[in-house]
């Protein structure tokens, strides 16, 4: 039986830069996986992890768009397509903006800032093509960029670099779906330029058995902004890491983290929002709600460094428990190097609140009815701030999966 070592191993060999993936192999065969012992997997199933399991690499039959990606599709600027990692669309040009997909080089600069990450090196090592968007100095992108990510095969390793010169403003999407007994380990890269604005949804609807590691950095240059959404509805394990690194003065970060788990799901979210600008800030909201037998993992940090002064940074996480079964962890952590700053966190785990409850069935409604409205209550304030021509959908979906929800608390 092939492992998944003699498989990526094949892999590397057959590409061009065999060399830089050789290190990045190593990199992640001398860190090997995480374990529970480690602080940041302390909650992690990695128990049930074993690579040999996603060595085969036969593929799915391809199918249709599904109705998400079809109402993504009616509303963008531009379409990408990728497959497994490999770009198989870039979609027609738009002005201001170039889209291309080379073979992704695992340089030295990389391989440091990821040096403690054993699966972005895998990344490093495994992604087919790197997907670089960017939009240049003072262009405005009206409608969405999307990039629809499907795994058809065991593995998929995308890689995506989004780039805003200096005054640019779009609206991208990156979404997931498909991976049926797969393991998907996206690593996406933001730049934003001086004065520019990215608003970002990620939005991951992976099949129930998918193993989905996600990491993605944003660098944020003097009165940039990047808008981030990160909506995790899909998977059996999903983790997803974002950073933003506040690099300049006025530099304006805004997380929002979503997440629905039923059945045995696991969703584990993980932040860190580093200030070096003065006057920088940053406003970290996480929520979600859990049923069934499934789990929740919040740890979120933000860190200051001496020198940004006058920091304004926020950090928020809320958690709904749907059944008696199910379980939230949250850790927020804040670590600050300077005085003159304003810092503060806060959280929550709990079922509904009683007296709200009733006093909705005091008014008529009844006890599913009521349930139903104070969830999709709860997350409203995460999907108003989505993009308008993205919430509907968002909001759609959330639904669905709410009316498939049997284990509410009562």
């Known amino acids: 039986m092939t492992t998944f070592a003699d498989a990526a191993t094949s892999f590397i060999e057959r590409q061009p830069n065999a060399h830089d993936r050789r290190r990045a192999w190593a990199a992640f065969e001398a860190l ?9 997997w302390r909650y992690a199933p990695l128990s049930e992890l074993s690579l040999d399991r996603f060595a085969s690499t036969t593929s799915s039959a391809a199918r249709a768009d599904s109705a998400i990606v079809d109402g993504l599709v009616a509303h963008a600027g531009l379409v990408v397509r990728v497959v497994d990692g490999v770009v198989t669309s870039t979609g027609t040009a738009l002005e201001g903006v170039s889209v291309t997909a080379e073979a992704t080089v695992s340089d030295e600069a990389l391989a440091q800032r990821y040096a403690d990450d054993a699966f972005a090196q895998l990344n490093a090592a495994l992604a087919p093509t790197t997907i670089t968007v960017r939009v240049a100095r003072g262009v405005r992108v009206a409608r969405p960029v999307v990039i629809v990510h499907r795994t058809e095969g065991s593995v998929s390793f995308p890689r995506t670099v989004v780039a805003l010169e200096e005054g640019a403003d779009a609206t991208l999407v990156e979404y997931y779906e498909g991976g049926k007994d797969a393991l998907v380990v996206p690593m996406s ?8 604005e990215l608003r970002l949804v990620t939005y991951q609807r992976l099949d ?5 590691v996600a990491r993605s950095t944003g660098v944020i240059a003097r009165d940039g902004r990047l808008l981030q959404a990160v909506i995790g509805l899909g998977g059996y394990y999903d983790r997803s ?17 979503t997440f629905l788990g039923a059945q045995s799901q696991v969703h584990d979210f993980r932040t860190h929002q580093l200030h070096l600008g003065a006057h920088s800030s940053s406003v970290l909201l996480s929520k979600g709600a859990v049923t069934d037998e499934s789990r929740s993992i919040y740890t979120g940090l933000i860190e200051i460094e001496h020198g940004a002064r006058r920091t304004d940074a926020r950090q928020t996480n ?3 428990l749907l059944s008696p079964r199910a379980h939230a962890d949250s850790v927020p952590n804040l670590d600050i190097r300077e005085n003159d700053v304003r810092c503060a966190h806060a959280s929550s785990v709990g079922p509904l609140d009683e007296l709200q409850r009733w006093y909705l069935e005091s008014r008529g409604v009844t006890p599913s009815d009521a349930q139903r409205l ?5 997350y409203n304030e995460m999907l108003v701030a989505l993009p308008a021509q993205l919430a509907h959908l968002v909001e759609n979906d959330v639904t669905a999966v709410l009316e498939s929800v049997t284990a509410v608390a009562s």
Do not use: C, K, Q
């Open 32 to 40: 090997g996986l995480p374990t529970t012992t480690d602080e940041v």
């Open 318 to 320: 809320h958690n709904l």
């Open 208 to 212: 129930p058995s998918a193993w989905h």
């Open 241 to 257: 890491r974002n950073d933003a690194v506040l690099a300049g003065a006025g530099s304006h970060n805004e997380l929002r983290t």
């Open 374 to 378: 104070m969830i999709r209550g709860f």
């Open 189 to 196: 890269e933001y730049h934003v330029g001086e004065n520019a």
